[in-house]
């Protein structure tokens, strides 16, 4: 501040005739004595630095001006102490009518006697300030060796420029204070946002096991009725061949019984029934069956995982990423689908989040993947693949140069986001569209799966994270994704 206000009032020196007028108001005005009379400076308000006019006090016993204390509050979303940073009510400030005539009294001493104003070596009134020193001085200090040839302006004057850099300052930091309060905002939105989404993604997932859990008691209905149905069939089996056997057994044992009469009667009759009977006891033993363990094994091999979960826990789900979202993109179906609405949605402007479009929830740094996204009838979409460090606060140029490698449909046309806009012939609109990354070859391709049709492949070098993109400018049907494999 010395050299500032040293150049500020460089060559501002008094001369001789304007001295002599100086000294001769100083004459007119009554003189106390020697003693310092300046204003305690618990009388100063830290707002405006001036003893205080209608002083109020806080609950923390910090007083102010009152109009200086609702001038600081009226930039503030909440009322602080200037000094201590407490919150306060704007019913707190309380009057206090001793401290005001108390600086009343002190403000009509000063104005009386000027008894502050007095130059501790010569008595004089101190009537001007030296920059080089920094302190008031007098008419006789000023012509002394002592302030010779120092920059010196009159009190008044270095007040009013003083405190006039001195409200620029508090502007300045109420310029902080307002961007600091806009942080503050922006953090409490975020940490809201946050409960938000941890509350959606814990109703999905109460609802995805819920989902899961349906499935597993029905697979296990319908396991054990399977169970049921065949234990029956097999025990209805097992009891008509019980009852053939039985029947078999009652067979053999007469046969059993009638060949030993005949073996004991005489000799003729036995050669008689010999050839016929030789020829029963030909008859071949019957083979038992062996049904045990075919209904175990059945259905302990039956309880496999794979069989029971055929579509569920799956690596390959693709999911949008709610955080990178274009306001203009609504997220839905488990995030699966995306929708285009004209109105901005009122989500947190977050440094990953895209002006236009929405990225996929899953990166790649290696290895070949691939996706479809159902189109439908939607007559303008883009889908593609972009680099991580794409720059997502602006309108994105359809060129691999600015980190996108994609495809669009607009007004009835294909076209390959290159520099010169190729347009695609396609003799059959796709429903679905097929993105196929290759990270160690560096290609991109698009295809059409139900026909079976190339579409476009682009072939670059990747060197960063890739992620899936997706957009719609769309108000006809949303864009939805299906699993991806690698």
């Known amino acids: 501040m010395k050299r500032k206000h ?19 108001n100083d004459e007119h005005e009554p003189r106390i004595d020697n003693q310092s009379c300046y204003p305690d400076e618990n009388l100063t308000c830290t707002i405006c630095y ?22 600081y509050w009226k930039d503030l979303d909440v009322s602080l102490c200037p000094i201590c940073r407490r919150e306060c009510s704007t019913e707190e400030p309380t009057l206090s009518l001793a401290f005001k005539s108390l600086c009343e009294s002190v403000k009509r001493h000063n104005r009386a006697g ?36 120092h920059a010196c302006s009159p009190i008044e004057e270095t007040v009013l420029d003083l405190k006039r850099e001195m409200r620029d300052g508090i502007s300045t930091f109420h310029q902080s204070l307002k961007i600091l309060q806009q942080t503050k905002n922006d953090l409490q939105n975020t940490a809201t946002q946050i409960q938000n989404q941890a509350q959606y993604s ?7 096991f819920e989902k899961l859990h349906h499935v597993l008691r029905k697979e296990e209905e319908a396991k054990l009725l399977a169970l049921r149905e065949e234990k029956e069939q097999l025990c209805r089996q097992v009891e008509n061949r019980i009852k053939k056997v039985y029947g078999e057994i009652a067979t053999l044992l007469e046969t059993i019984d009638a060949i030993q009469r005949e073996m004991e009667s005489n000799h003729i009759l036995f050669l008689q029934k010999y050839y016929s009977n030789a020829y029963r006891l030909k008859c071949t033993t019957p083979e038992s069956e062996d049904l045990s363990g075919a209904l175990m094994d059945k259905y302990i091999c039956s309880l496999n995982h794979k069989l029971l979960l055929p579509s569920f826990y799956s690596d390959g789900t693709m999911t949008l990423d709610p955080n990178t979202a274009s306001p203009k993109l609504i997220i839905a179906d488990h995030l699966t689908s995306l929708t285009y609405t004209e109105e901005k949605q009122t989500v947190h402007d977050n440094p990953e989040r895209f002006q236009i479009g929405v990225l996929g929830s899953k990166g790649f740094t290696a290895g070949r993947h691939s996706w479809d996204v159902e189109v439908g009838d939607n007559d303008n979409w883009t889908l ?14 359809m060129q691999p140069v600015s980190g996108l490698w994609s495809i669009r449909f607009i007004s009835g046309k294909y076209r390959a986001g290159v520099k010169a806009r190729t347009e695609l012939k396609v003799a059959e609109r796709p429903t679905v569209i097929r993105v196929l990354l290759d990270y160690e070859r560096g290609e991109v391709s698009f295809s059409d799966p139900s026909a079976n049709m190339s579409l476009y492949s682009f072939t670059d070098v990747f ?3 890739m992620y899936p993109y997706f957009n719609s400018t769309s108000l006809k049907c949303p864009l939805r994704l299906f699993p991806l494999t690698a």
């Open 6 to 24: 040293h150049a500020a009032h460089k060559g501002r020196n008094f001369t001789s005739k304007s001295v002599k007028s100086v000294r001769a």
């Open 202 to 208: 814990e109703v999905q997932i109460i609802q995805e």
């Open 463 to 465: 060197t960063e994270e």
């Open 384 to 397: 593609g693949v972009v680099r991580q460090s794409i720059k997502r606060k602006q309108y994105l140029k």
């Open 114 to 149: 000027h008894s502050d104003q007095l130059c501790p070596l010569h008595g004089e009134r101190l009537k001007l300030f030296c920059f080089e020193d920094e302190q008031p001085i007098c008419v006789i200090c000023y012509t002394s060796k002592m302030h010779k040839n």
């Open 50 to 71: 001036a003893i205080f006019t209608d002083p109020v006090t806080l609950k923390c016993s910090h007083s102010f001006c009152q109009e200086c204390l609702h001038q």
